[in-house]
């Protein structure tokens, strides 16, 4: 079992950036790939960005391609996702994520998932 919570949503202005956390539980964090996704009301989840178990590959949506940046603390037991050049586009509550075979985009390959986070962009 992995325990996953989100922190560092809120409200930031088109432009800012915002560091979102995930911190996991148990000592098999290095065991899994992980992932940040998004919900905007009335949308469904999407994928964001992902990154594999060894920290090597990492993957993003077109969307954030160049704006976010997905990092993970081995020590830490921690995922982290730098958000710069925030959009309004951008507000939804973001999702953090682990599984096995996670480390990319589809979002089946996650078996374990935090309650979100916040995030609200003003225009």
């Known amino acids: 079992q992995v325990q996953l919570v989100e922190s560092g949503g809120g409200l930031v202005q088109a432009g800012g950036s915002l560091r979102l956390s995930c911190a996991a539980s148990?000592?098999?964090?290095?065991?899994?790939?992980l992932g940040w996704f998004r919900q905007a009301p009335g949308k469904e989840r999407e994928f964001v960005a992902a990154?594999?178990?060894?920290?090597?590959?990492?993957y993003y949506s077109d969307s954030v391609k160049g704006r976010f940046t997905i990092s993970r603390d081995y020590a830490q037991n921690t995922v982290y996702l730098q958000m710069n050049s925030l959009k309004p586009e951008d507000a939804a509550v973001y999702y953090c994520a682990a599984g096995y075979f996670g480390g990319s985009s589809p979002q089946t390959e996650y078996d374990y998932w935090g309650q979100g986070t916040q995030v609200t962009v003003s225009s």
């Open positions: 148990g000592r098999t964090f290095s065991r899994y790939g």
């Open positions: 990154i594999s178990r060894s920290g090597g590959s990492t």
